[in-house]
């Protein structure tokens, strides 16, 4: 299995894991060559973001309700610490999408993020949104290496990976009843 990070090499592959140890080895010209070992007190596997690829045309201007659970409760789990009480996150797939009757058209790969507990509404394009990087990335003005007709939502603090036991997706759409910062309106409103 090849690995990656901060100070590993391109091509270093997992060699053995022994207790509390992971000896990686360099591959190079088709042999294994040397070894490093690692050592430590134990790590952390975290989901720091979602990634939704593909989505077809009939989604533009949908909005992606997104939780995550875990495998003891109904209740979903917080997605960050922006105020604690955020279970969700609401991601708006503009992509070009116009309503019926407007005479404005969003642009293709547009997104927007709303954590509804904290009320917090970031668009794709705001670099400095939360953690100082983005909260919703796409290939919009090219500010992240997603793929075209796909976001990746940044959650604000990392969940501990061992806890997820399901992510669910829900699409609607846009509309006032969404509420977005109390205004009685949907995405596409605030974004006029």
């Not at 290496?145 to 846009?174: C, G, M, W």
Request: with cysteine; hydrophobic share 35%; proline share 3%.
């Amino acid at each position: 299995m090849l690995v990656s990070g901060d100070g590993i090499e391109t091509g270093t592959l997992v060699g053995t894991v022994t207790s509390g140890t992971i000896h990686l080895d360099k591959y190079s010209t088709g042999e294994l060559t040397g070894d490093i070992t690692f050592s430590g007190g134990g790590g952390t596997f975290a989901m720091s973001s979602i990634t939704l690829s593909d989505i077809p045309d009939a989604c533009n201007g949908k909005v992606f309700t997104i939780k995550v659970y875990d495998n003891n409760s109904s209740t979903p789990l917080t997605l960050g610490n922006l105020d604690g009480t955020d279970t969700s996150a609401l991601v708006w797939w503009a992509n070009g999408w116009q309503p019926d009757g407007s005479n404005s058209a969003t642009r293709e790969n547009e997104a927007a993020v709303y954590f509804p507990g904290s009320d917090w509404l970031c668009f794709n394009w705001e670099s400095d949104c939360y953690n100082n990087t983005y909260a919703v990335e796409t290939a919009y003005y090219g500010n992240s290496d997603v793929a075209s007709h796909s976001f990746k939502l940044n959650l604000p603090t990392p969940i501990d990976a061992t806890r997820v036991y399901k992510i669910t997706l829900e699409t609607q759409d846009d509309s006032s009843a969404l509420n977005i910062w109390g205004d009685n309106w949907g995405f596409y409103q605030e974004w006029l």
